[in-house]
Nanobody, 121 residues
Framework: QVQLVESGGGLVQPGGSLRLSCAASGSIFRINAVGWYRQAPGKQRELVAS???????NYADSVKGRFTISRDSAKNTLYLQMNSLKSEDTAVYYCKLQASTAPWVPLNDYWGQGTQVTVSS
């Protein structure tokens, strides 16, 4: 019913930039918040950045000043601009949508399949 598709991942050199996109489709009634998460090999999945319906943003300390989360509601798309990339940023990046699919239905979390980001020379 709700689909999230990430794109924009790939191989980039340290210090480079990359922009991830997450396109949402399906039956979405209300969106409360959206965010980007990442999971590196052998590590726990962590929150990278999030933005609420009120445009409040939150970033992990490790990416503050380098990453920027944004959204285009008209296009149902979420973005993550990543600058000054480091090897530590290598991970699979996932977008998450917190939304309701119908009136009076509780909010639920929806996840994309992820996109690989590799920072290496």
């Amino acid at each position: 019913q709700v689909q999230l598709v990430e794109s924009g991942g790939g191989l980039v050199q340290p210090g480079g930039s990359l922009r991830l996109s997450c396109a949402a489709s399906g039956s979405i009634f209300r969106i409360n918040a959206v965010g980007w998460y990442r999971q590196a090999p052998g590590k726990q999945r962590e929150l990278v950045a999030s933005i609420t319906i009120g445009s409040s943003t939150n970033y992990a300390d490790s990416v503050k000043g380098r990453f920027t989360i944004s959204r285009d509601s008209a296009k149902n798309t979420l973005y993550l601009q990543m600058n000054s990339l480091k090897s530590e940023d290598t991970a699979v990046y996932y977008c998450k949508l917190q939304a309701s699919t119908a009136p009076w239905v509780p909010l639920n979390d929806y996840w994309g399949q992820g996109t690989q980001v590799t920072v290496s020379s």
